[in-house]
């Protein structure tokens, strides 16, 4: 699903119900976090796939802070936040740098715990 941002300019998007499905399988993708250090604390999935990289480093480091699995484009990338506006901020961001495969998690963790997986937690 494509969804209008700030300048209507699209951005590719899925549910936190398709992302749970994907957790479930063996698909390659990396699951791009951009909240900070501290809120992991209050919620986290659970899964090799997730790389933690702070919206206050993508914005001191840019691209640099990301890991080779992203940079590399060989893999989906699907980005979440806490609701899903970092996420969705991060995810334009990329997309206009032209980095292909990347997408916003609609809802972020907390609608993946409300929805999918409760045991992640909430805040």
């Known amino acids: 699903m494509l969804r209008p941002y700030r300048e209507k300019i699209m951005y590719p998007e899925i549910t936190v ?3 749970g499905e ?3 399988s063996e698909e390659k993708f990396v699951l ?3 909240r900070e250090p501290s809120e992991l604390n209050h919620a986290k999935i659970a899964d090799n796939r997730l790389e933690l990289v702070p919206m206050s480093q993508l914005s001191q480091l840019g691209v640099k802070a990301l890991p080779e699995a992203v940079r590399s484009q060989q893999i989906p990338v699907y980005v979440l936040c806490h609701h ?3 996420s969705a901020q991060a995810t334009m961001w990329l997309i206009r740098l032209g980095y292909k495969n990347i997408v916003n998690v609609s809802g972020g963790i907390d609608a993946y715990a409300r929805k999918v997986d409760s045991s992640v ?3």
């Open 17 to 19: 119900a398709e992302l």
């Open 22 to 24: 994907k957790i479930k």
């Open 32 to 34: 791009l976090d951009v």
């Open 84 to 86: 899903g506006s970092r």
């Open 121 to 123: 937690g909430f805040y």
